[in-house]
């Protein structure tokens, strides 16, 4: 193990990196957001605002802020340089499962218990579009590199979405458990599920075929390099997996508290999730399989 960050009081539920990789922040249990600086190890601030545990976060493309849902139904921009809330995106009413930016930083999309995703203008503060047509919470929310489309996870199902008329475009079919996690490939040519089945999902963007399937570990989380050419997922099992495009075969896996030994050329951006013994049946339902 590189380094250890300690600060929170409860399990840490998401984590996202800057787009240099300097810096992260983390969600917990505890109800606190931590900005960390990825060199020292120092906290450099927490965040309070929500009433209840922090299940997504996630950096706006600029760096200027970022986003957090929580249990608390909220929405909440921050501003990362005063280091203060901006604003509440009030509009979900059940607990928010995810959220996620726009290529451009205009936009920000939350998946919610409440069976919607709410499409928000940042400069409004309001709902575009609310989407609906899942038959539980989206867990894992992707935008196209392009900004047109975005890609929600849920159960079983994936969805694609028009960002600008928020028009369900494509109901995509394959996995055999819940998905929990989507990603989109860097230049957009396809997008990767992972879900607790076991498998890792590559779907071609235009037509939303299945290209490929991995056989991975119970998946948490997934990341692509920043050149699109490596993959790596976080399973239930402890371990960490490394994927190497074109042909996606299986490069290393370290277990446990080994440190995973990412190569120098290449950056990550990843949000992963550690669900805690103390959630909600909503989302304990959402590993039964």
Known sequence: MLKSFAGHTEPVNTIAFDKDGTSFIS????????????????LLESFKGHTSWISSVAFAPKKTMFASGALDKLVIIWDLKLRRKITKLIGHTYPVDSVAFSPDGALVISGSADLTINLWDLDTRTILKSC?????????????????????????????????????????????????????????????????DGTIKLWDFQSCSLKQTLE?????????????????????????????????????TEQNENFFNVPQDKTFHSCSMHMSNEISEDYERIFEF
């Open 27 to 42: 969600g917990s249990s505890d109800k606190i957001i931590n900005l960390w600086d990825c060199r020292s190890g120092k």
């Open 216 to 252: 991975a570990h119970f998946v948490l989380s997934l990341a692509f390099s920043d050149d699109g050419t490596t993959l790596i997922s976080g399973g239930a099992d402890k371990s960490v997996k490394m994927w190497i495009g074109p042909d996606w075969k299986q490069d290393k």
């Open 132 to 196: 609906v047509g899942h038959q539980s919470g989206a867990i894992s929310l992707a935008f196209a590199p392009n900004g047109a489309y975005f890609v929600s996870g849920c159960g079983k199902t994936l969805r694609m979405w028009e960002t600008t008329s928020g028009r369900l475009i494509k109901t995509i079919e394959g996995h055999n458990a819940y998905i929990t996690s989507v990603k989109f490939q860097p230049d957009g040519a396809f997008f990767a599920s992972g879900s607790a």
